[in-house]
């Protein structure tokens, strides 16, 4: 099978590609990129005139919830989600039911990635035991059976001395780990961000020192251990000089956000929206715009969605009781795109945040254009609007403030292997 992508903007930050033009594709592989092709043979035309033509997304930050949790998500429908927001790889955090803390578990996940899952599916597994904090996971193991990373993501590794163990083993084995960076005495039972606004709903607060002083001793460890670590969702302006810092001393470390640290604010939460509650909350203005500015300075360098699915029994309750997280994979191109019109970043720059810094992180090669390469491929319209509405989230779960707003920028089609998509 023939497909030519006709007239688009083609952009592949690996290649330092930028041309408007023509993609063929070849049974499912980049066969070529130029100005104009034409090809011969009868072909499927598929016309991106306004569009740009990019790698898949690769989402380092996603909650799959398999095991354990399907009411909320699975393999089949989370993937489904991704494929059509572009996220065409996924790295899925480990606090599961059980937690992907065993070669076993990462087994079950890639297994039924292969069965059910439409895009790739890359394994996370814990840093600890089940999470606890106490002992640390079989490294060597867990990397034998196919993870890419390790995290304890939902929890910090409160003690420094075995999170630093953990720096000094994930270098021997040369695995990523990532941080979910909160001191839990601090954020201890908090709701909302920690300001005027929780102190008038008569909400605890979380602080921004639980965020920051967190960052500041992982970097620590990271400096005394000369390994390399990945600082998870950070939301609070207070982190962004110590990422500074880190820079400076020349420290092996990736900063990561989400499109809700630099879209929403926490007014999202005023009269007890549990949809907008997410850990770490939403901040405030001061800070959307510090995140903005540490994206544009380079400080921070991936962005990913933190896709957390959950149902209505988990957020249709009393805030208190109410699950933190949000639904992203399939707002994470648009919201991100903002950042270009509002002149962050680059097109180029704002696509190595999404595709070529990620794939580092995890040590794979990204989806790319070079002749030969299977074609993983997103037609995006930047200009396009469209209501998010119930019906157009393919995630189990529908978690997100954005519903019933009108979000500009729309996946338009996916080219992934022999299969198109036009969505
Ligand atoms: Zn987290
Ligand atoms: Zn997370």
């Known amino acids: 099978m023939v497909r030519l992508i006709k007239e688009g903007r083609i952009l592949d930050p690996s290649l330092g590609l930028d041309l408007v033009g023509d993609l063929l594709i070849v049974d499912g592989t980049i066969r070529g990129v130029a100005p104009s092709i034409e090809y011969p043979e009868k072909v499927d035309t598929i016309s991106?005139?306004?569009?740009?033509?990019?790698?898949?997304?690769?989402?380092?930050?996603?909650?799959?919830?398999?095991?354990?949790?399907?009411?909320?998500?699975?393999?089949?429908?989370?993937?489904?989600?991704?494929?059509?927001?572009?996220?065409?790889?996924?790295?899925?955090?480990?606090?599961?039911?059980?937690?992907?803390?065993?070669?076993?578990v990462t087994s079950y996940i890639l297994e039924k990635a292969r069965e059910r899952a439409h895009v790739k599916v890359y394994p996370i597994a814990t840093i600890t035991k089940?999470?606890?904090?106490?002992?640390?996971?079989?490294?060597?193991?867990?990397?034998?059976?196919?993870?890419?990373?390790?995290?304890?993501?939902?929890?910090?590794?409160?003690?420094?001395?075995?999170?630093?163990?953990?720096?000094?083993?994930?270098?021997?084995?040369?695995?990523?780990?990532?941080?979910?960076?909160?001191?839990?005495?601090?954020?201890n039972r908090g709701q909302i961000n920690e300001g005027i606004l929780s102190a008038k709903l008569g909400l605890k607060g979380i602080p921004f020192s639980a965020e920051t002083i967190a960052v500041v001793r992982d970097l620590l460890l990271l400096k005394e251990t000369n390994s390399y670590l990945h600082l998870a969702h950070l939301s609070v302006k207070e982190s962004i000089p110590f990422l500074r810092w880190a820079?400076?001393?020349?420290?092996?470390?990736?900063?990561?956000?989400?499109?809700?640290?630099?879209?929403?604010?926490?007014?999202?939460?005023?009269?007890?929206?549990?949809?907008?509650?997410?850990?770490?909350?939403?901040?405030?203005?001061?800070?959307?715009?510090?995140?903005?500015?540490?994206?544009?300075?380079?400080?921070?360098?991936?962005?990913?969605?933190?896709?957390?699915?959950?149902?209505?029994?988990?957020?249709?309750?009393?805030?208190?009781?109410?699950?933190?997280?949000?639904?992203?994979?399939?707002?994470?191109?648009?919201?991100?795109?903002?950042?270009?019109?509002?002149?962050?970043?680059?097109?180029?720059?704002?696509?190595?945040?999404?595709?070529?810094?990620?794939?580092?992180?995890?040590?794979?090669?990204p989806p790319n254009f070079r002749e030969g390469s299977p074609a993983e491929v997103v037609i995006f319209n930047p200009e396009k609007d469209w209501v998010v509405t119930e019906e157009c989230i393919l995630s189990k779960s529908k978690n997100t403030p954005l519903l019933g707003r009108t979000i500009k920028g729309k996946v338009e089609a996916v080219i992934l292997g022999e299969g198109v998509f036009r969505l």
């Open 247 to 365: 820079k400076e001393e020349g420290l092996s470390f990736t900063a990561e956000t989400c499109p809700h640290y630099f879209t929403l604010t926490e007014t999202e939460v005023d009269g007890y929206n549990t949809i907008a509650k997410v850990n770490p909350p939403l901040r405030t203005e001061e800070d959307v715009q510090a995140i903005k500015h540490a994206l544009k300075e380079g400080l921070i360098e991936v962005i990913a969605s933190d896709h957390a699915p959950h149902s209505p029994l988990e957020k249709e309750v009393e805030f208190e009781l109410a699950s933190f997280g949000m639904i992203g994979l399939q707002f994470l191109l648009p919201l991100s795109y903002d950042l270009v019109r509002q002149g962050f970043l680059s097109q180029q720059k704002l696509l190595e945040y999404l595709i070529t810094n990620p794939a580092r992180v995890i040590k794979v090669d």
């Open 130 to 187: 089940g999470q606890s904090g106490k002992e640390l996971t079989e490294f060597g193991r867990l990397k034998e059976a196919g993870v890419v990373a390790l995290s304890d993501d939902g929890k910090w590794v409160s003690d420094a001395s075995l999170m630093k163990k953990a720096l000094l083993y994930a270098k021997n084995f040369d695995l990523p780990l990532i941080s979910h960076c909160e001191e839990p005495n601090l954020s």
């Open 48 to 104: 991106a005139r306004g569009c740009l033509v990019i790698p898949g997304i690769v989402d380092i930050h996603v909650h799959l919830r398999e095991p354990g949790e399907e009411w909320k998500e699975d393999i089949e429908s989370g993937t489904r989600a991704a494929l059509h927001g572009g996220v065409l790889r996924v790295a899925c955090m480990p606090n599961t039911k059980p937690p992907n803390d065993s070669p076993e």
